[in-house]
């Protein structure tokens, strides 16, 4: 394994950093601070290559949700924010990341005996962002929009001068509904409709180097209301929380059977037990 992180420079001070395991932040630089959108899972010192693109301008980090392949990182910042009721279960998420780390490890995703963000750096005393709050970084501003679904209270960050968004988890191309913060499937497909209304063109996400464009969305509520449908889910367990399991929905929609594909669109909603009917077996009760 080289090297931990790879960077994209995606154009006119804006960056995309991914980490071995797939995690992506990005770097948005303005004339006065930089802003890290996100901060990956912590496997690496995030610190160099944040300080080699901001070029000694103070960093604010900005988390979209509470998760810990979102917020490991930031455990190396000073200014860190999020929104308020996303600054719940940061414990449980310190556990969840021990174990994530030793599974990368076991994979060999993630070299073993790495630094590790979240045991190594310090938990960050947070400041609250909340919709509405914007950040100057001179030149560039930064505004916070609730796109609930994936957690409670994920947080997207408009960009406004780009008309960019940067969304998190808050839609991916197989969404994740499943966690016990996760909100219903209908309550998401509301947060798709709040996105056609916002103020950006194009969207990029926490797991996949892809540009979305706005109308992307029309795939992703097509998906939303497949599950909504009354469809039958596919079991699906969850390799990272033992016993976690979800319903998943494949939308008959996909252009793509390749879930890794950024084109591939599908839901994993809360599990949903089939109904096992009982096959009556030949002759089982006596009859002929
Ligand atoms: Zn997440």
């Given at each position: 394994?080289?090297?931990?992180?790879?960077?994209?420079?995606?154009?006119?001070?804006l960056?995309?950093?991914?980490?071995?395991?797939?995690?992506?932040?990005?770097?948005?630089?303005g004339?006065?601070?930089?802003?890290?959108?996100?901060?990956?899972?912590?496997?690496?010192?995030?610190?160099p290559?944040?300080?080699?693109?901001?070029?000694?301008?103070?960093?604010?980090?900005?988390?979209?949700?509470?998760?810990?392949?979102?917020?490991?990182?930031?455990?190396?910042?000073?200014?860190?924010?999020?929104?308020?009721?996303?600054?719940?279960?940061?414990?449980?998420?310190?556990?969840?990341?021990?174990?994530?780390?030793?599974?990368?490890?076991?994979?060999g995703?993630?070299?073993?005996?790495?630094?590790?963000?979240?045991?190594?750096g310090?938990?960050?005393?947070?400041?609250?962002?909340?919709?509405?709050d914007?950040?100057?970084?001179?030149?560039?501003?930064?505004?916070?929009?609730?796109?609930?679904?994936?957690?409670?209270?994920?947080m997207?960050?408009?960009?406004?001068?780009?008309?960019?968004?940067?969304?998190g988890?808050?839609?991916t191309?197989?969404?994740?509904?499943?966690?016990?913060?996760?909100?219903?499937?209908?309550?998401?497909r509301?947060?798709?409709?709040?996105?056609?209304?916002?103020?950006?063109?194009?969207?990029?996400?926490?797991?996949?180097?892809?540009?979305?464009?706005?109308?992307?969305?029309?795939?992703?509520?097509?998906a939303?209301?497949?599950?909504?449908?009354?469809?039958?889910?596919?079991?699906?367990?969850?390799?990272?929380?033992?016993?976690?399991?979800?319903?998943?929905?494949?939308?008959?929609?996909?252009?793509?059977?390749?879930?890794?594909?950024?084109?591939?669109?599908?839901?994993?909603?809360?599990?949903?037990?089939?109904?096992?009917?009982?096959?009556?077996?030949?002759?089982a009760?006596?009859a002929?």
């Amino acid at each position: 394994m080289d090297k931990i992180f790879t960077v994209t420079d995606l154009g006119e001070g804006l960056w995309e950093i991914a980490d071995c395991v797939g995690c992506r932040c990005y770097l948005v630089k303005g004339r006065d601070r930089v802003a890290l959108v996100d901060s990956c899972v912590g496997v690496g010192d995030l610190r160099p290559v944040v300080r080699e693109l901001s070029r000694g301008l103070p960093v604010t980090v900005l988390l979209t949700h509470r998760h810990h392949d979102h917020i490991a990182g930031s455990y190396l910042f000073d200014d860190v924010r999020i929104p308020r009721e996303e600054d719940v279960d940061i414990a449980l998420g310190e556990e969840q990341n021990e174990h994530a780390v030793r599974i990368y490890v076991e994979q060999g995703r993630a070299p073993e005996g790495a630094f590790s963000a979240m045991r190594d750096g310090t938990r960050p005393s947070f400041t609250y962002f909340e919709e509405g709050d914007v950040l100057d970084l001179g030149g560039v501003t930064i505004e916070g929009v609730f796109l609930p679904g994936h957690t409670d209270h994920s947080m997207g960050y408009l960009v406004r001068e780009r008309r960019l968004l940067l969304s998190g988890d808050a839609v991916t191309p197989c969404m994740c509904l499943f966690f016990p913060e996760s909100l219903p499937i209908a309550t998401w497909r509301q947060t798709l409709e709040k996105m056609q209304g916002l103020p950006f063109d194009t969207f990029r996400i926490g797991h996949y180097s892809h540009e979305f464009r706005k109308s992307d969305l029309d795939g992703f509520l097509a998906a939303a209301d497949y599950a909504l449908s009354g469809a039958r889910g596919l079991s699906w367990m969850y390799t990272y929380i033992e016993g976690l399991k979800g319903s998943l929905y494949i939308s008959p929609d996909t252009p793509t059977d390749d879930a890794d594909s950024p084109d591939f669109r599908a839901v994993i909603g809360p599990y949903v037990p089939r109904e096992h009917k009982r096959r009556r077996r030949h002759g089982a009760d006596g009859a002929a």
